[in-house]
């Protein structure tokens, strides 16, 4: 039968073992968590994939920059879960830690790339510039098809710059941005005024974008409103020369000739009364308040000076003379 004094000695013993494994285990996590990702370029970057844990994430960037023992730093975790990573692309820059890029994994530091969604431009360019950037950036996703579908109209989401790390996250911030765009519509409807013919947020959008393209200084989008809704309200054409552009080309920037002011296309309002079918780009804040909270004026016609600012004037005697002084004059 064993002495008390050989049971002592038998747990310190056991006491000294797990101390010193404790203290070789601490040295290895060190070790694995402080040492240098040996990268020398500032621009690399590794990619996590949705679904990919950290564990198999550990053992890439181990075969990938020639680590050693990331398989220590399970015992980080041994009394806890490990991180939740999120999924996408991340810079690894010189003299980085494992311990440092594990934490930027857990708050999902991840690269994010950018596309601006500017005021008066139209889907389908948006749609290639987004492509573009996918492309240039070798982001290894093509634009979902729910993407696709937003940029498949005019004015699904307000213009803005958006940024995005995946797929999954471009999905999220343009569908967000599009239920902001009809919280945004609906509450401006109801400050309509009272004067205002038009029949509905939609409608209202409608006019905004082609105030947005008709308007280059935001001082007159309200006054360029009211001339629009004037017209409206008479049942008189609008004669906004964007309309037939969108019609004629789908974009802007080409001459407006005859040829364009005869189309019969449903956009064309120098040939039908009443609103286009659609926007005709993506237009400000500013633009669709102006639509909305405007009302008809004393004036029907405007026509650009030449200086971003128009002339607006109250008959066609008076329009005739300002397109005389500003357009043939030049």
């Given at each position: 039968?064993?002495?008390?004094?050989s049971?002592?000695?038998?747990?310190?013993s056991?006491l000294?073992?797990?101390?010193?494994?404790?203290?070789?285990?601490?040295?290895?996590?060190?070790?694995?968590?402080?040492?240098?990702?040996?990268?020398?370029?500032?621009?690399?970057?590794?990619i996590v994939e949705?679904?990919?844990?950290?564990?198999?994430?550990?053992?890439?960037l181990?075969?990938k920059?020639?680590?050693s023992?990331?398989?220590?730093?399970r015992?980080?975790y041994?009394?806890?879960?490990?991180p939740v990573?999120?999924?996408?692309?991340?810079?690894?820059?010189?003299?980085?830690?494992?311990?440092?890029?594990?934490e930027r994994f857990?708050?999902?530091?991840?690269?994010?790339?950018?596309?601006a969604i500017?005021?008066?431009t139209?889907?389908k360019?948006?749609?290639?510039n987004?492509?573009?950037?996918i492309?240039?950036?070798?982001?290894?996703?093509?634009?979902?098809?729910?993407?696709?579908d937003?940029?498949?109209?005019?004015?699904?989401?307000?213009?803005?710059t958006y940024?995005?790390?995946?797929a999954?996250d471009?999905k999220?911030?343009?569908n967000?941005?599009?239920?902001?765009l009809?919280e945004y519509?609906?509450n401006?409807?109801?400050e309509?005024?009272k004067n205002?013919?038009?029949?509905?947020?939609?409608?209202?959008?409608?006019?905004?974008?082609?105030?947005?393209?008709?308007?280059v200084?935001?001082?007159?989008?309200?006054k360029?409103a009211?001339?629009?809704?004037?017209r409206?309200?008479?049942?008189?054409?609008?004669?906004?020369?964007p309309t037939?552009?969108?019609?004629?080309?789908?974009?802007?920037?080409?001459k407006?000739g005859?040829a364009?002011l005869d189309d019969k296309?449903?956009?064309n309002t120098y040939q039908n009364?009443?609103l286009?079918p659609?926007p005709?780009?993506?237009?400000s804040?500013?633009?669709?308040?102006?639509?909305?909270?405007?009302?008809?004026?004393?004036?029907?016609?405007?026509?650009?000076?030449?200086?971003g600012?128009h002339?607006?004037?109250?008959t066609?005697?008076?329009?005739?003379?300002?397109?005389?002084?500003?357009i043939?004059?030049?």
């Amino acid at each position: 039968m064993p002495s008390i004094g050989s049971k002592r000695i038998v747990k310190k013993s056991l006491l000294l073992v797990l101390f010193v494994s404790l203290i070789f285990v601490s040295i290895r996590l060190q070790f694995a968590l402080l040492q240098k990702i040996p990268v020398q370029d500032a621009n690399q970057t590794f990619i996590v994939e949705r679904g990919d844990s950290l564990y198999g994430i550990l053992s890439n960037l181990e075969e990938k920059y020639n680590l050693s023992s990331t398989w220590w730093i399970r015992f980080k975790y041994m009394f806890k879960e490990s991180p939740v990573i999120k999924a996408g692309r991340y810079n690894i820059f010189p003299n980085t830690t494992v311990s440092e890029l594990i934490e930027r994994f857990e708050d999902g530091d991840v690269q994010l790339f950018k596309i601006a969604i500017i005021e008066g431009t139209v889907a389908k360019n948006n749609l290639v510039n987004l492509e573009n950037i996918i492309e240039d950036q070798n982001l290894n996703f093509e634009v979902p098809q729910s993407v696709r579908d937003i940029f498949a109209k005019e004015a699904l989401i307000m213009p803005d710059t958006y940024f995005f790390s995946d797929a999954q996250d471009l999905k999220k911030v343009l569908n967000n941005s599009k239920l902001f765009l009809d919280e945004y519509l609906n509450n401006a409807w109801k400050e309509k005024s009272k004067n205002n013919p038009l029949q509905s947020p939609y409608e209202a959008l409608v006019l905004a974008s082609i105030i947005e393209r008709e308007a280059v200084l935001p001082s007159e989008q309200e006054k360029i409103a009211s001339v629009f809704l004037s017209r409206l309200n008479i049942d008189m054409r609008l004669q906004a020369d964007p309309t037939s552009s969108y019609g004629f080309y789908g974009d802007y920037g080409k001459k407006i000739g005859r040829a364009v002011l005869d189309d019969k296309n449903p956009y064309n309002t120098y040939q039908n009364k009443g609103l286009p079918p659609g926007p005709i780009c993506y237009p400000s804040k500013g633009a669709i308040d102006a639509a909305i909270k405007s009302s008809p004026g004393e004036f029907y016609y405007f026509v650009a000076k030449g200086d971003g600012s128009h002339i607006f004037s109250k008959t066609y005697e008076e329009h005739n003379k300002a397109v005389k002084k500003y357009i043939y004059s030049k």
